[in-house]
Each structure stands twice: as structure tokens, then as C-alpha cells.
């Protein structure tokens, strides 16, 4: 399916109603029937919206899922599961990892293709990502001594759900790596011996989940924490220079990288990333209560049109809109974001095309 100049796209997350935090969190408990039946008009709901505010490539908002790093439980007996002190599902590695059923994450790629014509996406967390938040040094030992043994464990389990999710249908398949992208803040890296082989380490793990997967886009979302600011926690300074190397050795095609907020540093580095590399640009701000214009998101992306081409540019917010299946986001909010970042896409077709 062919794409416009500047296709819009979201990053995965989509607020959720209260409505859908009452489905996923199981109040009350329904009979699978029941659930299923809502939970399906809630995503019909979420694709509408997307489809009306013009945004091209399409998520089902991942509300089908309790955690976006969670659905791994989905996919693998050897958790435990709980809450965390500030409400967010909690998840970590107890047990040998044994796989369940496969096709949890691809179940909701099929729904959407029933649905919508347009293009899907669908997200994965990355290896790293599930090791640095679900191994425990006083739980997770006994089963795997060491966290890489853990992320090591991860990747077949994700590689299976990456072919389903291609034979399912999906157009994009988007790993999500806020872990590798903190090796961009000075503060993060002066927490490990050697923070470079951390971050190679992290995107060799990536490039084992991809490699030779083929017929389906690939994606990196290197978050910044952008989401963070959604909760109103720090937010991670640094350019994305002391991860570049790693950057060009991932085996994807696109890049989402985030460009709204000023810790960001200089869109020049889009000159040292390989050329075939496309960028799902960062250029609507997800911060609650600031609604950026269509011609301020039309203004940053013609500021990476000075480094790229612009078939390599996609739109996108920095983050999803729901970082924590407990933030609290205002979904009108959120969809007039997409409003305006497909009418900056209109004004930028009409001036490039």
C-alpha cells in the first residue's frame, strides 16, 4: 500500500477512557465473551478517531494490553505479576521462561485488518527494555543468575511474535527501546562500567529479533522519556550522538526518534545516520495541556528537511500518548494533536510535492 509524502503516524499508546482501564483492569470481572465484545467496540472506537483526524498509519491505541512491557507475560509463563506503589501493572521474572500459546500481540493485528484499510503498526518491547524492568537481583537470580541471561531468553519469544504479527498483516513492526536511548543522558552512562557495550548490547539484541524477518517494515522507537513528561517525571538530557553506532548497525528500516523537546540536541545528527534509514520524526509535543499548532509541527519538520530527504520523513508524536496503562491523558486532547499534525502534513504536501 503506497503512503503520501509525510505520512502521519502515531507512536503505539493512545489514552485510555476510563471506560477501557475498567476493561483492562478487570472491574468488574467479565465473562471472555463480554470482554471481548467491548473491548473490540473500545478499539473501533480508537481507530475511528485516528482515521478522522487523517492519520495515515494506524495502532489500536494498545488497549488491549494491561502494560505495553507486560504483554510478555502474554507470550511466557515465568512471571509474577502485581502493582507497583504508584499503580502501574508490575511484572518480573521468577521462573524459567516457558512459552504460552504465541499470537497474543498478532490476535490484535487481525482485529484491526477487520476494521480499517489503512496501515497498521504494532509494538514490540525490546529485549533490553524487559531486562532492565522485569529482572530482579532478588527474585529473578535463581532462574536466570544474570540479566542478559534474561534478555537473552526474550528474543525467540519475540522473534515468534514479530512472524506472526508480519503473517497477520501488519504493515510496520515497531520495537520500542527506551532502554538503549538513555545511553544518551551523561547521567545514565556514569551508572555503568563500559555504557557503550550496554547499549551495543541492547541493539545486538534488537538485531537478533529482526534479522532475516522479512515482508514487514521495522521500526525503532528510541524514547527519550518524552512519556515521562505525561507523568511529570524527569526527562532525559543528551543528543543522540554517543548512540549513533549503534544506531547504524540496526538491521531496521525506520528510525522514531524524538525532536519537541530541547534536551533532544541538533537534528545535524540526521547527517551520520545511514541513508536508508528512514525517521518517524518526533515532532508533536505529547506534554498534557500543550496543543502544538499545525504550523509549529510544520516548522520542525522543515527544520530536518535541511538534513533529509523528505520521503524519509514520517510524523509522528514524540511518544505514545499513554506511557503506563494508568496515565491519566485526555483522549480529546490527544486527538486534536493528530488533528493538527495531519493538517501539517497537508501544508508540507502542498509545498514539497
Known sequence: MSQPLFPTSVVGSLPRPAFVLDLINDRPPLPADRYKREMQAAVRYAVAMQEHAGIDVITDGEWWRKSYIGVIAELAHGFELGTAPDGRPWTVVVDKLAPKKPGFIASEVKFLKTVTTRQIKSTLPSPALLGERMWNENQSTKAYPKRED????????????????????????????????????????????????????????????????????????????????????????????????????????????????????????????????????????????????????????????????????????????????????????????????????????????
Open 150 to 353: 534474561f534478555v537473552r531468553a526474550c528474543v525467540p519469544l519475540l522473534r515468534r511474535e514479530l512472524e506472526l504479527i508480519r503473517d497477520a498483516g501488519a504493515d510496520i513492526a515497531q520495537i520500542d527501546d527506551p532502554h538503549l536511548c538513555l545511553f544518551v543522558d551523561p547521567d545514565v552512562r556514569a551508572k555503568y562500567s563500559d555504557p557503550d557495550a550496554a547499549a551495543a548490547f541492547a541493539a545486538d539484541m534488537i538485531n537478533e529479533v529482526v534479522s532475516g524477518v522479512s515482508g514487514i517494515k521495522m521500526a525503532v522507537h528510541l524514547c527519550r522519556r518524552a512519556g515521562a513528561r505525561v507523568r511529570g517525571e524527569h526527562a532525559h538530557g543528551g543528543g543522540y550522538g554517543p548512540i549513533l553506532p549503534c544506531l547504524n548497525r540496526l538491521k531496521v528500516h525506520q528510525l522514531t526518534m524524538e525532536f519537541t523537546a530541547p534536551q533532544a540536541g541538533d537534528m545535524a545528527v540526521f547527517k551520520e545516520l545511514r541513508e536508508d534509514l528512514e525517521i518517524g520524526l518526533g515532532c508533536v509535543d505529547v506534554t498534557p495541556g500543550k496543543i502544538d499548532s499545525p504550523e509549529t509541527i510544520a516548522a520542525r519538520v522543515r527544520q530536518a528537511l535541511r538534513f533529509l530527504a523528505p520521503e524519509r520523513i514520517t510524523l509522528n508524536p514524540d511518544c505514545g500518548f499513554a506511557p503506563g496503562s494508568g496515565a491519566v491523558v485526555n483522549l480529546d486532547e490527544a486527538y486534536r494533536k493528530l488533528c493538527n499534525e495531519a493538517e501539517a502534513a497537508r501544508m508540507l504536501r502542498e509545498q514539497y510535492n
